[in-house]
């Protein structure tokens, strides 16, 4: 591996990220309500159901993006003949799987909506005319994550960004506008949102290979289709079998009690989803590094990472819970919230073990285990199938998502083992846990009240500061440190503001997950 790569410090490629999450939820939280206030829970439903079949028609990418990202992560700028191989491979191959990807979802969303699910007859003839521009969204995933991927591997996390963000924008305001001005059927919101995306995606494909200049597309090579394949062959059973454990709630609620109700459960799921920002940020920057480190020293920063993270965002999710409902209210209407309330509240507490899966996951397939994350997601299957079939069928969608609440934990705890992180961290994240469920409780007690809702979810976030004091004690001095230092200089009379340091900025959080100084070449 090479050490002559020049990188940005984690923290910067951290911030960048979370900044890259963060821009398309504020999109969201505007166009979202509008979007179903203008085509109905119904059509929003088969929407909801349309993403859900791209994201498990994804494993047709067989892990050749995450493959490439790590192939070439660990190969140095100058090696551009063997650079161009990879992406020349890669894209070709992409190209082919995303023509049969179109095929399979034309076919596949042909059947499932038209039907498997209860639709209302009046959107059959919509969905029917959408059914090409639906079959088109899937190539244009599969080649957006290719050229992302590129982007990645040169840890061009601002340019990656800007493109996705441009993207998530364009993607999420033209369905919007069509529904206002020109009509709510899916035969045109639908359409609309598969060109938009198209433009963004062709646009951030010439972009990554203008930095692979020596690409060539006569330099395909059978050889480096086995190397990929090696590696992407465990990731593609993981992205068949994950997206069915992480998409079949919705499955078996449109199922069991119709499309409308996917809307009830899948507008929270997608909120809590969100929420998840800061740690799924700190996996993409950390995927790249923690290929190239050896095993002890990428052990340590996946610890420290989830230690914080797990501390953090319990405060986080205990102060989601306290303010779920009035937040609701707000954003979708008091009847929204008396159907969707406690559904939002159970999602959010089984986000947190979800969340914190991050760490350990990442560990595996950086460190070259990709088949160990594939193995524990099947071990899962079969149960999760069970317990959610069961649940629904019982309590509709609370049961859904108490289902979902089961699995995150017993997924995080299975990473965990089989990652062979200190087992000490289960007892270190025990008081975080705490919190979390906690909360949870105590919501139901301080419902009628908004200003005991949102001194509760100020006080939670006081307790995660403290727990991060007592058990993060060096970096939270550190932080303390930092911002004191900061904020010193920028009061300080008759000095301008400076300019801020990269150094400076990851020190702000990430110590926690800054690889060790002697280590330059890093390689999800």
Known sequence: MSTEKPKRQLSVNFAINVAGAIAPIVIALVTVPILVRHIGDARYGVMSIVWVLLGYLGFLDLGLSRASTNAL?????????????????????????????????????NFLLLTVFTVPPELEAEIATALPFIACLLPLALISGFSIGILESRERFLLANALQIGGMIV????????????????????PAAALSRAASVVLATLIALYTEQGFRFDRFRFAKVRSLMNYGGWITLSSIILPVLNTLDQIVIGKTLGVSAVTYYSVPMNLVMRSQVFT?????????????LPRAEAIAISERAMMVSGILYAGLCASGIFLMRPFLDLWMGPPFTAIAGTVAVVLLMGSWPNALTFAPYTLLQGQGRPD???????????????????????????????????????????????????????????????????????????????????GAACVSMLIAIVLLRLQER????????????????????????????PSTVGRTFPPAVTAPQTVENPGA
């Not at 900061?486 to 301008?496: C, D, I, L, Q, V």
């Open 171 to 190: 993607g999420q305001i033209v369905p919007v506008l069509c529904a206002i001005f020109i009509s709510p059927d899916l035969s045109v919101i639908i």
């Open 280 to 292: 799924s940020s700190l996996a993409r920057t950390l995927f790249p590094r923690l290929s190239s």
């Open 474 to 501: 060096a970096i939270f001095d550190e932080t303390l440190s930092v911002a004191i230092s900061t904020w010193k200089r920028r009061t300080s009379r008759g000095e301008a503001a400076p300019v801020t340091n």
């Open 372 to 454: 160990m994350t594939a193995k524990i997601h099947v071990a899962q299957m079969v149960p999760y199938v069970l317990l959610l079939l069961v649940l629904t069928y019982q309590f509709g969608i609370l049961g859904a998502a108490i289902a979902f609440l089961c699995r995150g934990y017993l997924d995080c705890s299975l990473l965990i083992l089989f990652s062979q992180m200190p087992r000490r961290i289960f007892r270190e994240l025990i008081p975080s846990a705490v919190l979390v469920v906690a909360a949870g409780v105590l919501q139901f007690f301080l419902a009628g009240s908004t200003v005991a809702l949102f």
């Open 73 to 109: 992560s660990r190969l140095p700028f100058s090696a551009k003949q063997e650079r161009s191989e990879i992406v020349a491979t890669s894209f070709i191959l992409n190209m082919a799987l995303a023509s049969l990807g179109a095929i399979l979802l034309y076919f596949a969303g």
